[in-house]
């Protein structure tokens, strides 16, 4: 059983890098994390997908946690995303995470040597082991490489302790009915698919993994309040509006979308890493229509 | 515009084979479609994928779609299905249709060699250029062989005047979403994926196209009405309740399950043809198992 | 094991189509197959894929495996193609086809509801029973919509006296080697994806079924003859000269491409049948300069 | 253009981990490049997937790289493997390469965030103009999670001056067909798939990628030598015999069987860096099946 018990919007900061050096740039991090806590988040998620953090190399990686869990200091929790492709690197980083105080890790088995069940099983039991913190396991296909079954993270619940949370962004909601059904609707799942926010709610999601508070908190908070409080109506017309946000910074890449939206919302973090490459321009003035549309005008999903 | 405007529950009779002989089985397809009027569902769709439209040979189709609009007797509209592998056959099956009084076709593109965008568009076309009656347009990869997008689908209700509807069973709920977004909202989308079924209600479908009515239509419609006036935490508990239904009789083929269905109703409409066989002795008790569960004990999705 | 020991090229015609009525034109398809026999293709087969069976109805099908029997007149053997949804209609379309003289039938189960091992089983056992004459089963995903592994192939092999050859479209390489391997090199197997003629052939497979020699019989006879003799260099250089033609054929549709080639070649056979459309004017502009390419100027897959 | 001009068989050794403390065992990688260079291989290539490159810290790989090259000692070409999420890590370890005496460096542009077109030339554009030696490009979609058209990666070649050699590993031999027509048949490109090893010489492949002379150098080296001398019927014999261990060296996964093979071998290795696992007691039997099978007994592909 998850003792955490977070529920609701887990929102996910890029990882600022410095335009001069290319380093992480704390001052921009902290502020960044700052601004989500006190926008209303109800639990802050460095060093995800989004964070980059597959690309930053160990000292960066350091660094970066220390200082966001340093800027949530203590007022939501803190889960930190580990993505390593050796269990070795993924016990250091989930170690050094408990030291400076996150609440939970979030972990996702990346792979490049095909793995089997068993093998992912070592993988995060070897993290969860090293730990005393609560493991939240991650089904991610299109960044990790591997596919995890609704059965097996459930399985991982069952049968390690502080495995206690399952985060599923496949995009395929009926992996979430699944979730629901093998836990007897007892397991806190979370939902890393963007474009799936509201029907990932009404199947019983606890939380979603976001990077869209990093751009708009606002609505973000109030589909949830209004899913939360059975406002089906006014969750479908806030949703509706997100959507096209969803969905760019999804299609086209989050570290890419969000720094770029960053730039333009006057709190600029940077570019992200290369191989990636910076929002073009077109897009960029696509990314700011959309911004200007949910900051004035709703657009619902249907009349 | 559909001036049909079909709204809420779309029921798919099976097509009943006389064990004797083989051959449509009329008293018993006119039973059929008269418990589900009864039932109270918003319309019938005889010969869809359930009905094993594919499977009947020119004269079975007709004595089928004939049997069928006349036991509905225009007391909620009939949209007959049409699968067709030549354009001519198409045409030939929606005149049929119009003239036994069907208020709308289906008309889903089966693939045998892959078909490009314009030979889509030449085969939807000549159909509705050849009919009066309102046009519903069908996605479904698994069955047809071929994956139409929304834009092209909206695309076909843009230009051609009596497409006015359509229907998607990809099982991709972001499909959905992008036809309310393409059309503005105003397109009314019907969900064919069982598994989905309050989800695409959420995200703005007008109906749910599906064969669970013949063996359970009271949940099917309650989940409607739940949904129509906003009452999530109903929607919701009938939906967990319904669910393990809807997954077996999708993941054991339709027709399959559901004459094995009717077989336990006390209501038998024979074996699906071959190649399709029977459902085994085993998953007959599964399913046995699963109509008892619903008719008795409710199993809510979540807590 | 096969007592028709087919081996080499297998030609498939298209289906002639009079330009006027639209219905098979007998003649057209009578003086196609004289041709191919004439080239010296090892043996014919009409109402494949190529042949748009799957398009034809019953009085049309039985005309055209009539007409093309009879102009093969014994000259060479005579496979006739079965892609029929129902396996009633798939055993009634081969006792025809017995009954009109063919050698054998090769069977495609195309796919609607998806078919479980065991109705694969049935389907192909059942048109095997119902007939004297050898039966070849065979795998093609892209048009059937079932994928049959090597095993399950090999499998009806030895378990069913008559079917005795398999003809292999998924382009997998390794399908073929697989073939081979489970029957320790003694399975007839035959290659149905031409851009993979030449490995095919040095994996071991039996035959090549192919539409081209309607376009070019000599270099795919040459291609033939000179694997079967061991010159690796010569068959390279023939088969990178007739490479470019067989991705345009594959790639465009066969029934499509090569009726446009055979227009082009002086030898009309119509149309393809709607929803398939002609090739457009720049395709076909596309397929004169590869005909005159190979025709005139050898174009080697490698110097 | 290719100044290398590598032909023929390029050995990828595993990189042997010390029992002990589960760092580089130096001295057992030393000894195993020695054994691939005496049997007669054309080219080394160390740090590839088989070398486990992406599992090993910056340190590590520069101990493996630095080994390797020093145990070929000039006596075939060196190329080391390039496997990394950052173009900056690229960069370093390609520098790294050249100064430690490597003739090549081939480049896999790992994928965590899906890469555009973009962004996968500017990554390898980097890394070529980081140093003066050649540039192998290399497509493996199941291993990098990114799959280059055979267009991109002649485009690379034709536009950077050191990029000069293409690996293809996608499994797809119609890509090879695709990279020898789009280059004339200039272009060097080496297969990495190893049960496609026959099949891509005939297709034009200047080299086969492969870790099977870890274990069985001389069928390898056989296979090539029957190829380019057209001795098609000896290199179907040979390739035939090999085709079982190919196939279970990579359904297995490389560095765990190749690792389980060396042990059975009397040559140990250690075992592979988890998350992956050894290869366990059952399939270690399977596999010294298979090595005994082709060290004494022929089973050749076909008759």
Known sequence: MSKLALDGVIAYPVTPFDPAD????TVRLAALVD???DAGVHAVAPLGSTGESAYLDD????TAAETA????AGRVPTVVGIAE?????AVERARFAERAGADAVMVLPLSYWRLDEREVTRHFTAVADAVGIE???????????IDLSPEQLVGLVESVENITMVKESSGDLQRMHRLAQLSGGELPFYNGSNPLALPAFVAGAAGWCTAAPCLAPEPVLTLHRAVRSGELATAREVFGRLLPLLQFIVSGGLPTTVKAGLALRGTPAGTPRPPLLPLDGARSGQLAAL?????????????
């Open 35 to 37: 601004r989500l806590v």
């Open 69 to 72: 869990v340093g800027a949530v």
């Open 59 to 62: 000292a960066e990686w350091r």
């Open 135 to 145: 493991v939240m396991v991650y089904n991610n296909p299109a960044t990790a490489g």
């Open 22 to 25: 290319g380093g992480v740039d």
């Open 291 to 303: 911004l200007r549309e949910l900051d004035g005008h709703p657009a619902p999903l249907a009349a």
């Open 85 to 89: 492709l050796t269990t070795r690197g």
